[in-house]
Each structure stands twice: as C-alpha cells, then as structure tokens.
C-alpha cells in the first residue's frame, strides 16, 4: 500500500490567509505520516522555482499541480512533471485570469487553456466544498473518475454507492511552520510503487482505496500519533479521570465544531421543574415553527399578494374618481380649447404583466439543462422541440417586453401633454383611477380570505413515529388572544386585533398595526395555529423525565447530516431498560452511517452494543512523570494496544470499566444465581 496526499499548498494565493512556506515542517509531515507521494497544489497558481526546490530536497515523488476555480467549484490539475515548462505557461494563464477578473473559469476557458485534458489527473471537489456541479461533472466525465471528500463519513459513502466516484481524502493543509497539529488526512492506495501512470490507473478503482493500511476502509487515523478510530461505533472506557472527556473533545475538534454532534452529559436533563418546563417549551416553539414555516409556506404566498393592499384608499380613489367625473360634467362653461383635447384626460396604456412567461422560460431552461433527470426527460420530450419552444417563447418575451416599453414611453409622453394642458385649462380634472387593479384587488381579497377560512379546518398533517414517541402537529384557529402572544413569544397585546379574527384580511390589518411591520412570514403564523405535540405509548403528552428521554432521541436522530456523533456518559441521566431498548438500536443504525464515539461506564451501552472498536484511557505514572495514554482495538481482540507500544488485556479493561473488576462481576453473578434459585 502506498500513502499519499495529494492536495498541499506551499504559497499564498489571493484567496488564502498570508502563510510563510516551511521546508522543515513538510520533510517532518512526510515522514511522520509515511508518505510516498505529494501533489503540490496552489489556489490558482504554480511557482515553478518553488517546485523545484520541493521536490529536489524530499525523498518521496512530488507530483506539480494546481487548485483552479472552475464553474464556482474547485479542481486539483495534477501533471506528471515531464514538461514543466509548458504546465507553467498553462499555470500562468489561470492566474492571470483570476488576477484580471476575481471569477471562476468558465468551462470552455478551463479545456482551452489546458489542452488535451488525458495528460492530466482531475480531482475535483466532489463530496467537499465548494462542490462540482452535476452539470460540469458530466461535461468532464471521460477525465474525472476520483473526487476529493471532507471526510470519513463521506468516503465511506462513495465506497458504498456504485454511483459515486472513487473517493480520495487528502489534507489540503497550508504547510507553514505554525501548522499545528500535522494532518491526519491522507488515502492509501493499493499499489506496489507510485508513479504518475500508476496513480491515473488506481483512481478509476474503488477496490484499491483505503482509509487506513491494514483495515481499509473500516478505520481511520484520528491524531497524528497514529491513533485511530472506527468509521462505525467506537466505546471509550476509563476510569474516572483518565482523559475520556478529553478525548472525546480532542476528537470534536479533529472534526470540526460545525461538522459534529456532540450530545454533552447532563444537557439533556433539567436540574428543577421550571427549568424543564421551559426547555420542553423553547424546544416544541422551535420545532413548531419550522414545521409552521415550511406547512404555511403556500399561505405566506397569498399573505405577501394582499399585503400591500389598501381596500380603503381603493374606495376612497373610486370616490374620488366619480366626484370629479360628476364635477367635470356639470362644469361644462370652464370647458375651453385644452380641456376639449383628447389627452386631456386620456387614461394610461395597461402594460402586461410578464412574470408569468418568464416563470415559463425558467423552467423550459431548467428541463434543458438538467443532467440529473436527463433519461427521462429524453424519453417524454423531445430535445428540438423543447431548444424550439425557448427559442419562441424568448422571442415572445423580447416582443412583449419591447410593446411594455413602447407603452411606458407613451405614457410618459401623454402624462407630460396632460400635466401641460391640465394647468392652462380652468376646467375641472378626472381623478386617475385603474379600475382593472382596484377590481384585481377586491378580487385578491376575497380570495385570500377563503383561503385562510381552509387553512384554519382543524386537521393533523403529521404523525411521526420516533421510536416509542408520537410525534404530532395539529393545526386549526386560535381561540383566545392569549394563544397570539404565545405564539409570538413576545410581550405584545393582541385583544384589539383579535377581535377581527375572523375576518381574515381585517385581522391582518390589524396585525400590522401591532408593533414594528413585520415580513408575510411573522404575519403568517398568526393566521392559523400549529401545535406541535410529543406524545408517550400511552398516547398521553409525554412527562418530564420522558421529555429527556425523547430529547436524546431526537437529539441523535438529528446527527443524520452531522460528519460525526459524539455521546459523553448517556446513562448518567437514563435507565438501563431505556437505553437497551431504545438508544442502542438507534446508536447502531447511525453508526452505519457515520463514525459515532460514546464515553461510558455502562455494560448495557458499553458491551450489549456490540461496538467495532474500543478504546481505553489510561492516567499512567511514567518516568515520574503523570501520562494520559490510550489503548486501542477491536473488541474481539485479546489485547489493546497504545502507539507506542503498551498493551492492555481486553476482558480486564471491559470488567474494570464495566463491572467494577472481576471480584463485583462474579459476586453479583453468585447473588443473581441465588435468586434464580
């Protein structure tokens, strides 16, 4: 097996923060990681002198290659160093453009620039962002068959899906003197040498890439010890102050605050009543309203077309019009030369509305472009006729939009002969008025008060099983004004506005008087009311120390988009029959798929979850000196084994842990064996 990292930079590019390259911190990162080959890969530059020099003072092959901005994703142009100079004219240009304009390459800028792209190693950022498109993935599927992931999680997920390409896990490290701790990302291939030729061919293969050396991909290195964990379920053991919380963080921080689930002690469990209480009731609002957001999504549509609707200044501008059209008729002695001409009181020409065509267009583009769905798209509509129909429907566009500007240019021109002929002339003038948007907007109203009168039927549009928990959200109209103020969390009275409830758009008038103005999606929520609810197996609302229990649940669950689950002691707050029954079997389901670590002291989380790796923590006293020392191995291995060549034995490490050594596991053996008897 070879070890490689291909992604490093040695230099500051306009997008990075200013770093100084150091030779004696990259010689140190070879060798500590066992490396055998690098790639060097700068933002949108190549230095050639600098390659040169890397690759006359290291040991290993060095490979020139450049990160480039393509299509607002990322692409690692690796080279086989035969001709540098024509790689370095190549380089030079791509840094030009991005100097000149600060943009990505468009596509065709990208393969013009560097030629016959087979002479090259593609890796773009695949599962990592800023991620490559699928509309330029396909562009360049004959030369890209390896993309760059940010993590085990998603390696292991390429592995596993034949859609996917071969995955690659690299450090893309800044390689300074202050780069502390060195990196621990790195693939392994399964080859006998590295050469260029022979890395082309190992990336089309998911068979010959690993993790780690000798357990593939079911491992990974976490600390730059060599230290390592499983990408399934991993338990670490110790006692009490032996650096299992702080192992536990040093993981966290290996993967990145924003990239893990860190599920701490003692955060799921309220230490009074009240403080219960209000942590279910912040959690539900929360919950609540994202439900709420997304449920009354089509509501806060219509919400945001009346909002701007006065009905009353509507009315007044009808009065207003035929008083002044009455006015204009009986004052016929003030009639002279200007108010008998035609544009005295000549109306506006109506423009047309084009939101509708150019929704169309979008789509009809959408359906062309769509690499995803292609396949079935193909077999139901025809390329031609589609590329014909947006050819059309965009000269009908450009033939609406150039009448709509036609029409504004007239209406300016007539706006001005009106105002003109309106101030010499001693006749009385007709009110402006667009009946069609006054009509447009009754219309608008009326609708949107039936729709509101449907939303508000009481109905439940979720049920939601999680484990033995009745997720619910029930909707319907609120009853009391009481009910608002909840709703908004906030300190505002809404008697006055309640009273013209149901009376939608009068209420949502009176909303709006209430406090700052506020968006369609505030207002949207006072329509109609979302309870959210968790119920127990009984179906009754679940109590305090069930609330807990879901919270973990939920909180695990939640991991789903997380690179890692991390849980510190879950039995310090729950019974064992819980935890067997309900978080064992969920822990196992995510840890297929993505690493989970759990610290505990429990035999029912600790040994029945039937972990892939354990790992024990040890506070040794060494040379007279205090050591925090890990041991590491597979459960059904005899032995733990630190980095550095201690050894612990696994039943006295699980018995110590877990039962309180052999003497207290034996006795309650004897005392459960009596009962039995």
């Known amino acids: 097996m070879q070890k490689v990292d291909l992604h490093i930079h040695t230099k500051t590019s306009n997008q990075d923060r200013a770093f100084g390259f150091s030779e004696d911190r990259l010689k140190e990162y070879i060798t500590n990681a066992g490396l055998d080959c690098i790639a060097v890969t700068n933002h949108n530059l190549f230095d050639k002198p600098q390659f040169e020099h890397i690759r006359g003072c290291v040991d290993v092959l060095v490979l020139p290659g450049i990160e480039v901005d393509v299509e607002k994703c990322q692409i690692l142009v690796l080279s086989d160093g035969h001709n540098l100079d024509d790689f370095d004219q190549r380089c030079a240009e791509v840094s030009f453009k991005w100097n000149s304009t600060k943009s990505t390459l468009p596509y065709d800028d990208f393969t013009r620039i560097f030629g016959d792209l087979n002479q090259y190693i593609l890796i773009p950022h695949y599962l990592k962002d800023p991620k490559i498109s699928q509309d330029l993935l396909a562009k360049l599927a004959s030369y890209i068959t390896a993309g760059e992931v940010s993590s085990p999680k998603k390696f292991v997920s390429c592995i596993k899906d034949a859609d996917k390409l071969v995955p690659v896990y690299f450090s893309d490290c800044r390689m300074s003197a202050d780069l502390n701790p060195l ?33 593939g991909n079911k491992l990974f290195q976490i600390f730059p010890d060599g230290q390592s964990l499983s990408t399934g379920l991993n338990v670490v053991l110790g006692d009490r102050s032996s650096g299992k919380s702080h192992t536990l963080q040093r993981i966290s921080d290996w993967f990145g605050e924003d990239n893990g689930k860190f599920v701490r002690q003692f955060d799921l469990v309220a230490r009074n009543e009240a403080e219960d209480e209000k942590k279910f009731k912040d959690f539900l609002s929360e919950r609540t309203s994202i ?6 999504a089509d509501l806060q549509k219509v919400v945001e077309d009346v909002l701007d609707i006065d009905t009353v200044a509507d009315l007044a501008s009808v009065e207003d019009y035929v008083t002044s059209l009455l006015e204009y008729a009986r004052e016929t002695s003030k009639h002279d030369a200007f108010s008998k001409a035609k544009l005295y009181n000549e109306d506006a020409l109506t423009k047309k509305n084009l939101d509708g065509l150019r929704q169309l267009i979008a789509s009809t583009k959408h359906l062309l472009r769509n690499v995803e769905y292609r396949e079935v798209i193909d077999k139901h509509l025809d390329t031609d006729a589609l590329e014909a129909l947006y050819v059309e429907l965009m000269r009908v566009y450009c033939t609406q939009e150039e009448a709509n500007a036609k029409k504004n240019w007239v209406n300016a021109l007539v706006q001005d002969v009106k105002s003109k002929l309106q101030r010499k002339s001693s006749a009385p ?13 009754k219309r608008k109203v009326s609708k949107f008060e039936e729709v509101v009168t449907l939303a508000r039927q009481p109905k439940t549009p979720l049920r939601k099983r999680k ?6 959200a029930q909707v319907g109209p609120f009853r009391r004004a009481g009910e608002l103020k909840e709703a908004s969390r906030s300190n505002r009275s809404f008697s006055a506005a309640f009273q013209k409830y149901d009376e939608p758009y009068a209420f949502l008038q009176e909303l709006r008087k209430i406090g700052d103005p506020v968006t369609a999606a505030e207002l949207s929520k006072f329509l109609v009311k979302v309870d959210y609810k968790i119920l127990n197996r009984d179906g009754l609302e679940a109590s305090g120390g069930e609330r807990s229990e879901f919270f973990l649940l939920d909180q695990i669950e939640g991991a789903e988009g997380a690179e890692v689950l991390l849980i510190d002691e879950p039995e310090s707050s729950f019974d064992n029959n819980f935890l067997k029954e309900d978080v064992n079997e969920l822990i196992k389901a995510m840890s297929h798929k993505m690493p989970v670590v759990i610290v505990t002291h429990n035999n029912t989380v600790g040994a029945s979850i039937q972990p892939d790796y354990l790992i024990c923590t040890r506070k040794e006293l060494s040379d007279g000196e205090i050591k925090f020392r890990l041991y590491s191995g597979h459960p059904t291995s005899k032995k733990l084994t630190s980095t550095d060549g201690h050894e612990l034995l696994t039943r006295d ?4 842990s877990l039962d309180a050594g052999v003497e207290a596991y034996e006795q309650r053996g004897i005392t459960y064996e009596n009962l039995k008897n």
């Open 429 to 441: 003038k007709i009110a402006e008025l667009d009946l069609i948007k006054v009509e447009l907007n």
């Open 291 to 296: 439900f709420s957001k997304d449920y009354l």
């Open 653 to 656: 490490v699980l018995l110590g």
């Open 467 to 472: 484990q033995g928990f009745e997720v619910v």
């Open 183 to 215: 990196p621990t990302r790195q693939t392994y291939l399964d080859c006998s040498e590295v050469s260029f030729g022979t890395l082309r061919e190992v990336l089309r293969d998911k068979n010959k890439v690993a993790l780690t050396e000798a357990d």
